[in-house]
């Protein structure tokens, strides 16, 4: 089934110490997305790229990069993460068509957790 | 702009009685908006989606919604709570031209009683 994949479901890092998300998708789609959750929040778009072309969030704070080296995946850096980050991260991919309902695809989530 | 409110932030249904859980939306643009839910620990699944064509959605696991252009509703609603309905909704607003971004609702969380 396509779909998108989210490693590792769980994250513990230290205070300061640098760490890195993955997500891949096989659906082949144009735009994907990170998304930032706290308890009992919607998620908070932290950045998306459209193809290649990167799109951030005016408020997503420095400390968060991300890279989409192809199509099939996208990384989230945290240069250095703070207590506050801890929160679940969500990524997600949508079709990109102009015009569209473009409904975004999420995949399962990676839990991180500030030690 | 767009935005998206959810007039509740808990429900609590009897297993088997019908469920509601509100919705109602402002944009500037002719909308599409879809109701996704998330379970414990989970991402986010897409239930359904309005995008201008019927106005009563269909969605998976027997929900439903009406899009009300007058009444700037979508609530989406469920003849028969399932204990495994338990779980977040959230109301989600996204403007057809092209803005990729998604508006959330602050979401509603849905508990089922035996």
């Known amino acids: 089934d396509a779909m998108v994949i989210q490693n590792p479901r769980y994250q513990v890092t230290q205070f300061g110490k640098p760490v890195t998300l993955s997500c891949s998708q096989t659906l082949n789609h144009n735009v994907m997305y990170w998304y930032q959750q706290k308890s009992s929040q919607a998620p908070k778009l932290l950045f998306h790229y459209y193809d290649k072309d990167f799109n951030n969030e005016a408020d997503t704070p420095d400390n968060f990069q991300s890279r989409r080296p192809n199509t099939s995946f996208c990384f989230l850096d945290i240069r250095s993460p703070g207590l506050g980050d801890a929160a679940m991260y969500l990524c997600?991919?949508?079709?990109?068509?102009?015009?569209?309902?473009?409904?975004?695809?999420f995949g399962p989530g990676t839990r991180l957790t500030v030690t | 702009a767009q935005s998206v409110t959810q007039l509740d932030s808990h429900v609590s249904v009897s297993e088997g009685t019908p469920v509601l859980l509100r919705c109602n939306y402002s944009?500037?643009?002719?909308?599409?908006l879809f109701w996704y839910v998330q379970h414990p620990n989970k991402g986010l699944q897409l239930l359904l989606k309005?995008?201008?064509?019927?106005?009563l959605v269909k969605g998976i696991n027997g929900f439903e919604a009406e899009f009300k252009k007058s009444e700037t509703s979508f609530h989406l609603t469920k003849p028969s709570a399932h204990m495994s309905d338990a779980a977040e909704y959230f109301c989600?607003?996204?403007?057809?031209?092209?803005?990729?971004?998604?508006?959330f609702g602050t979401g509603t969380r849905l508990t089922i009683i035996p």
């Open positions: 989600v607003v996204s403007e057809w031209r092209g803005n990729e971004k998604l508006t």
């Open positions: 997600a991919t949508s079709r990109g068509i102009l015009g569209g309902a473009n409904e975004q695809y």
């Open positions: 944009s500037s643009y002719s909308p599409s």
């Open positions: 309005y995008t201008s064509a019927a106005t």
